[in-house]
């Protein structure tokens, strides 16, 4: 990208339910993780937490869905670092929401996919006016 940052997307719903990352998620992560380790100098790679637009149940321990985003990017970030190797440095948790959504919602697939997370590589000095 022009502005010197390199942005996944996944194209299914990472998470099977709230903040539980789905197996095929879990393997497309190792992946990534397997290209990015040794390679981070100067880069930190952003986890941006997303949920569809249904309001969170009373029932979670979740106040809205900003929080559950933030919930996902963490378990993400956990995962990576835990399971992949990957310094918690390296690694910056935000959340979308529901308000950035990388899918608009037609139907109940394309809510499914806005359960994700979308990871951007982006040099360090570049994440100063990033939100948190």
Same mark, same amino acid.
């Given at each position: 990208?022009?502005?010197?940052?390199? $942005?996944?997307?996944?194209?299914?719903? +990472?998470?099977?339910?709230?903040? =539980?990352? @789905?197996?095929?998620?879990?393997?497309?992560?190792?992946? !990534?993780?397997?290209? /990015? $380790?040794?390679?981070?100098?100067?880069?930190?790679? /952003?986890?941006?937490?997303?949920?569809?637009s249904v &309001?969170?149940? =009373?029932?979670?321990?979740?106040?809205?869905n900003q929080? /559950? #985003?933030?919930? @996902?990017?963490?378990?993400?970030? !956990?995962?990576?670092?835990?399971?992949?190797?990957?310094?918690? +440095?390296? !690694? /910056? &948790?935000?959340?979308? #929401?529901?308000?950035?959504?990388?899918? &608009?919602?037609?139907?109940?697939?394309? $809510?499914? $996919?806005?359960? =994700?997370?979308?990871?951007?590589?982006? &040099?360090? #000095?570049? !994440?100063?006016?990033?939100?948190?």
């Amino acid at each position: 990208r022009a502005d010197r940052s390199l $942005k996944m997307v996944f194209n299914h719903g +990472a998470f099977s339910s709230l903040s =539980t990352l @789905r197996e095929q998620a879990r393997a497309d992560l190792r992946g !990534i993780a397997a290209q /990015l $380790k040794g390679g981070m100098d100067g880069l930190v790679l /952003l986890v941006e937490g997303h949920t569809d637009s249904v &309001p969170v149940s =009373t029932n979670t321990a979740f106040k809205g869905n900003q929080d /559950l #985003g933030l919930a @996902r990017a963490n378990a993400v970030m !956990i995962f990576m670092v835990r399971e992949c190797g990957m310094s918690a +440095a390296s !690694i /910056l &948790p935000v959340s979308g #929401g529901e308000a950035t959504r990388p899918y &608009p919602e037609s139907d109940a697939q394309a $809510k499914f $996919k806005n359960r =994700t997370v979308v990871l951007e590589l982006v &040099p360090a #000095g570049d !994440i100063a006016g990033r939100r948190r």
